[in-house]
């Protein structure tokens, strides 16, 4: 139980340096630019939003998909570019896929990519249309008239900002996210009971891919390479997961994180629902 708990401090460390690495950089651009990115992405042509966001999160790693997070958390994306982005992302399960089956791991990133714009552009058009109140942005990203020096930019963007509003919450909320994943592999032996199910696979896939972890969802890489799960439940699993990435979100709105996860789900469980009935 101790190396388990080392573990997950360890990787709650790791995490929630990396993001507030990130932060800090998005930070540095947008007053260096005096607001301009935000301009740039909020543009004439929203399409730029969706496409760059996706872009951004087929990036292989979790690295792609925290930084589209934090792009939403300070206000320059909107909530269907996020979702779009966070179905594009594949975690650390990319690198494993590039590895065991190149060439489909590329079809599967595109299909992805693809989604991810058009489901982007459909959640933001309805959301709208019937008033259901995400895109929840922060309003302390702020470009000071005057940037005097960089104790200023420290005291007031890093450690009055990030430090203070977002880094301690990200930390409690990643460490909690990962104990569970943790003791639930540890007492339930998720492996296991993926394994014994076969004709549940495309749900199975679609619920575990809600976990915010990347362990978990190497079974089905691996399952499919092995040719005893065909490409549908794949694709379900991989639309539904997103690693770590929305762990941070966590932090800032629990209510966009769960719509999030459920939209993703919802069209996951549609599309490999069909793609699994034409033998897909």
Request: hydrophobic share 55%; charged share 15%.
């Amino acid at each position: 139980m101790f190396e388990m708990i080392l573990h997950v401090v360890e990787e709650t460390i790791q995490i929630t340096f990396l993001v507030g690495l990130m932060m800090i950089l998005v930070d540095v651009i947008n007053t260096w630019t005096k607001g301009k990115i935000k301009n740039f992405l909020e543009g004439k042509s929203k399409i730029r939003q969706y496409f760059l966001a996706n872009l951004i999160g087929i990036i292989p790693g979790c690295f792609g998909g925290m930084t589209v997070v934090t792009l939403y958390m300070h206000g320059f994306i909107s909530f269907g570019a996020l979702t779009g982005s966070m179905i594009a992302v594949a975690g650390d399960e990319a690198y494993v896929m590039l590895a065991l089956f190149p060439e489909k791991a590329l079809l599967l990133f595109a299909i992805l990519f693809t989604l991810g714009i058009l489901i982007g552009i459909l959640i933001d058009r309805v959301f709208r249309k019937f008033n259901l109140g995400a895109n929840i942005n922060c309003e302390n990203l702020i470009v000071h008239e005057k940037e005097k020096s960089v104790k200023h930019f420290f005291l007031e963007h890093i450690w009055e900002h990030i430090i203070k509003e977002h880094i301690w919450k990200i930390a409690i909320w990643t460490f909690v996210a990962l104990l569970f994943v943790e003791l639930s592999n540890e007492y339930l032996d998720l492996e296991k009971i993926t394994s014994n199910y076969k004709i549940a696979f495309l749900f199975i896939g679609a619920l575990v891919g809600l976990i915010p972890e990347s362990g978990p969802h190497l079974i089905f890489v691996k399952l499919f390479s092995s040719g005893m799960v065909p490409f549908s439940v794949l694709l379900t699993n991989s639309i539904v997961q997103d690693g770590h990435s929305l762990l941070p979100l966590l932090s800032y709105s629990v209510k966009d994180t769960i719509k999030i996860k459920l939209i993703k789900l919802i069209f996951a469980l549609i599309l490999g629902s069909i793609l699994f009935s034409l033998g897909f």
